[in-house]
T-cell receptor, first 118, second 113 residues
Framework: AQSVTQLGSHVSVSEGALVLLRCNYSSSVPPYLFWYVQYPNQGLQLLLKYTSAATLVKGINGFEAEFKKSETSFHLTKPSAHMSDAAEYFC????????????????FGQGTILTVHP | GAGVSQSPRYKVAKRGQDVALRCDPI?????LFWYQQALGQGPEFLTY????????KSGLPSDRFFAERPEGSVSTLKIQRTQQEDSAVYLCASSNTGGNEQFFGPGTRLTVL
């Protein structure tokens, strides 16, 4: 069984400040981990993904996340927030599939709404 | 098309009506997923297709929900006798064989009155 917990349903930062969105996972097998962003009335867009290669993953728009197995965490960070980063962010997990099958049911966290103040 | 498309974008139904939601995946994508996103929540898995085969329907909340993908491309999610608790955004996603990334459509917002 898998689950994802996002700590903090709302995070507010000033423009230019560090962004830190927290995600902890629970998985009985090595997981793949993802961060998605959702703008109002739009679908989910992939920011970055961890697939058992490098533990520090760089994504689009200056975001990055670090996989820490000992802490079962995959927190999302960005050094300097921009107004355009205001959106809802979702952490998601799926089990690692050594067989290379395409089946990849995602389990999502509850989401974190990021607000950026000028 | 360039991405996953869904129609209609918005649907209002009276309780008890049947609705059909359409998903056009990215051309050539083998895998297709449906998720339900209630207000203020993360998406929750409903069902999965590999080509025309429905391999997992464990997330469908009741037998009022039915999904199909008869030719392995376009998929339809049908909800019979809609209830107020069915109000949500229904998201469709597709991915290629072995791909880790699912590409999401904009969703259909269903409101049941």
């Amino acid at each position: 069984a898998q689950s994802v917990t996002q700590l903090g349903s709302h995070v507010s930062v000033s423009e230019g400040a560090l962004v830190l969105l927290r995600c902890n996972y629970s998985s009985s097998v090595p997981p793949y981990l993802f961060w998605y962003v959702q703008y109002p009335n739009q679908g989910l867009q992939l920011l970055l993904k961890y697939t058992s290669a490098a533990t520090l993953v760089k994504g689009i728009n200056g975001f990055e996340a670090e996989f820490k197995k000992s802490e079962t965490s995959f927190h999302l960070t960005k050094p300097s927030a921009h107004m355009s980063d205001a959106a809802e962010y979702f952490c998601a997990v799926r089990p690692y599939s050594a067989g290379g099958t395409s089946y990849g049911k995602l389990t999502f966290g509850q989401g974190t709404i990021l607000t950026v103040h000028p | 098309g360039a991405g996953v498309s869904q129609s209609p974008r918005y649907k209002v139904a009276k309780r008890g009506q049947d609705v059909a939601l359409r998903c056009d995946p990215i051309s050539g994508h083998v895998s297709l997923f449906w998720y339900q996103q209630a207000l203020g929540q993360g998406p929750e898995f409903l069902t999965y297709f590999q080509n025309e085969a429905q391999l997992d329907k464990s997330g469908l909340p009741s037998d009022r929900f039915f999904a199909e993908r008869p030719e392995g491309s376009v998929s339809t999610l049908k909800i019979q006798r809609t209830q107020q608790e069915d109000s949500a955004v229904y998201l469709c996603a597709s991915s290629n064989t072995g791909g880790n990334e699912q590409f999401f459509g904009p969703g259909t917002r269903l409101t049941v009155l």
